[in-house]
C-alpha cells in the first residue's frame, strides 16, 4: 500500500465508490487524477449488500470473509494500475445498504470529496429517481461528484462540438477558444469575460 510521509499530510481526502459489478474504472480514474494534483489521500470503497451474505452466522460469515477476500483483491489490482503521484490509497470492504455506508465512510476519514458512477445510459433520469448516486447527493456529509462514461449517448439538446474550435483550442493553448467563423457569431446567445481581463478584452457578447 502506498503511504504518505508523516511530514506531508494530505491536502485532500477522496473516496471513490466502486461498483465492481459496473466495473467503474471511470470513477477510480478520476478520484486518482482528483487526489494527485492535491497530494491528496484516496480511498476506494466497495459494498456488499447485506443480502449477498445473510445473517453473518455460521456458514454466512465464511460466504462473507470470502466475499471480502475476493472484493479486497479486485481493488487491489484496480490500485495498482493507478498512477504512482496518489501516494497513500486505502481500500475499504463494507457490508450493508451502499448510499448509507459510502456515507459513512466519508464522514469516518473526514472527506473532501466523493466519486461515484452512474451507469444511467439515457440519461440522469435513473439517477434523479432514487439511486444510489441520487442519495449520496442528498445525504453525504461532504461534495458528491457524478462520473459518466464518455460513451454514452449526447443529450439531443446539446450541439455537437464544433471541429474548428477544437482545432483552435488545442492549437492555441487554450488561449483562443472560439473559431473564426463563431468569434463572430455563436450558435448559443452569451456573454462571456475572462478575470482579470487577458489580451486587452472585455466582456464577448454572441447573439
Known amino acids: ?3 504518505l510521509a508523516h511530514n506531508e499530510p494530505p491536502q485532500s481526502v477522496v473516496v ?3 461498483d465492481l459489478v459496473q466495473k467503474d ?10 487526489a494527485s494534483t492535491t497530494n491528496g489521500e484516496l480511498h476506494v470503497v466497495h459494498v456488499i449488500p447485506h443480502d449477498a451474505v445473510g445473517s453473518l452466522r455460521g456458514d454466512d460469515a465464511l460466504r462473507f470473509s470470502n466475499l471480502a477476500d475476493d472484493v479486497r483483491a479486485k481493488l487491489e489490482q484496480l490500485a495498482a494500475e493507478l498512477p504512482m503521484a496518489v501516494k497513500r490509497i486505502v481500500l ?7 448510499d448509507v455506508e459510502i456515507a459513512q465512510l466519508a464522514s ?7 466519486v461515484v458512477g452512474t451507469h444511467d445510459h439515457t440519461g440522469l433520469e435513473r439517477l434523479l429517481l432514487g439511486s444510489v448516486g441520487a442519495s449520496l447527493i442528498r445525504n453525504a456529509p461532504c461534495p458528491v ?4 462514461p464518455k460513451s454514452v ?11 474548428d474550435c477544437r482545432a483552435v483550442q488545442q492549437s492555441t493553448a487554450r488561449k483562443t477558444l472560439w473559431c473564426e467563423r463563431h468569434a463572430q457569431h455563436h450558435p448559443r446567445a452569451h456573454t462571456y469575460s475572462e ?13
Do not use: Y
Not at 92 to 98: D, E, I
Not at 145 to 148: G, H
Open 145 to 148: 461528484l457524478v462520473c459518466r
Open 16 to 18: 471513490a465508490a466502486i
Open 108 to 114: 469516518d476519514v473526514a472527506a473532501d470529496l466523493l
Open 92 to 98: 475499504h470492504v463494507r457490508l450493508g445498504r451502499a
Open 195 to 207: 478575470v482579470p481581463a487577458s489580451f486587452g478584452l472585455g466582456s464577448q457578447t454572441f447573439r
Open 153 to 163: 449517448p449526447q443529450w439531443e439538446q446539446i450541439l455537437p462540438p464544433c471541429a
Open 1 to 3: 500500500m502506498k503511504t
Open 25 to 34: 474504472e471511470n470513477v477510480l480514474q478520476a478520484a486518482a487524477k482528483l
